[in-house]
């Protein structure tokens, strides 16, 4: 079977369609190579996912045309949704760009799969959805309708989007809420590679929050294990669902939401305490207060997860970080005399 990736030159699509392929599949790789971050590192984690039953497409989702005809090509019966403008903090600069992306080019994704009669569509969410709720662990279950930030707002769209292709054309969906994912050819916007290029650097890392933060920080590989064995499970129509009392993350339609997370929140000291430790270098530290669209503490409830596919994110924080660590020092060729 050939399964579309989309942002398969991303961090979590690279590592995703290696996975795939090494299952057996053909996949077909689509992303737009934007420079969002370094375009290098893009064309590198392409490089490393090489092999003889993955082709790529560069492209962007939005436009409609390169979308059906990657469908019509490649014979297209399953689909993971990875590619989004990602990042909380650039929505503010530049939301127009998680229009395009995120909604439009979503919307291009639901009518290539209802046309194509695709057999399963898995997207990705994001655990900002989950906004001003304070109510912890954050569960699929729980209401999500007060976003911090344009691009939870997207994601929350796009879970909307996907119930409504579900109710009206029987699409099966599974959205990914993910938490603060990290590991080898991570991105480079994101608190584990900033702080790490920093430290080496001896430049200050900016501590948001001044440090009273709490992250449930996901590893990659057990984001990819949990995603890969939700492709072998459609969600099913819950027939106990009950209109008069909506379950949020159920539906009487074959759709379905999961968290995939630690459940194991990590203090945002801790979290630099590790990565010190790690490199041998104390980080200098510059207090920030929280920045807007942020929130203080994530923390996933996992239970749909563990009772639908038998597995829970369990790789330590310690061992996470030390993995991406080693990943950055090799592919940086760090001198590590220097450490």
Request: glycine share 6%; hydrophobic share 35%.
């Amino acid at each position: 079977m050939s399964v579309l990736i989309t942002g398969a030159a991303g961090f979590i699509g690279s590592h995703l369609s290696k996975r795939f392929l090494k299952e057996g599949y053909k996949v077909v790789g689509y992303d737009n190579l934007n420079n969002y971050y370094d375009v290098q590192l893009k064309r590198d984690r392409l490089k490393n996912v090489e092999h003889q039953n993955f082709t790529f497409i560069e492209g962007n989702l939005e436009d409609r045309e390169a979308i059906n005809k990657t469908f019509s090509d490649h014979d297209i019966k399953f689909v993971i949704n990875l590619a989004a403008q990602a990042g909380v903090r650039y929505s503010l600069e530049n939301p127009h760009s998680y229009i395009d992306s995120n909604v439009v080019g979503f919307t291009n994704i639901l009518e290539a799969c209802r046309h194509n009669k695709v057999e399963q569509l898995i997207y990705a969410s994001s655990s900002s959805v989950y906004g001003a709720n304070t109510k912890l662990p954050f569960s699929v279950h729980d209401n999500v309708d007060h976003p911090l930030s344009l691009y939870a707002a997207t994601k929350k769209a796009n879970e909307l989007m996907a119930h409504t292709y579900s109710h009206l054309f029987g699409l099966p969906t599974t959205g990914l809420r993910l938490f603060t994912v990290y590991g080898p050819w991570g991105r480079p916007d994101m608190a584990l590679f900033l702080f790490t290029k920093s430290i080496i650097e001896g430049k200050p890392i900016k501590i948001f929050n001044n440090g009273k933060m709490m992250r449930d920080f996901t590893y990659v590989d057990d984001i990819v294990e949990s995603i890969y064995r939700l492709s072998l499970r459609k969600p099913e129509p819950n027939p106990d669902w009950n209109g008069m009392v909506p379950d949020p993350g159920a539906s009487y339609a074959p759709y379905k939401v999961y968290n995939i997370g630690n459940n194991s929140p990590v203090n945002l000291m801790d979290f630099v305490t590790t990565i010190e430790e790690k490199l041998g270098i104390e980080a200098k530290k510059e207090f920030m207060p929280l920045q807007a669209g942020d929130v203080p503490e994530t923390f996933a409830d996992d239970q749909d997860l563990i009772n639908d596919i038998g597995f829970k994110p369990q790789t330590s924080i310690k061992d996470g970080i030390s993995h991406f660590i080693d990943w950055y020092v090799n592919y940086y060729e760090v001198n590590k005399n220097k450490l």
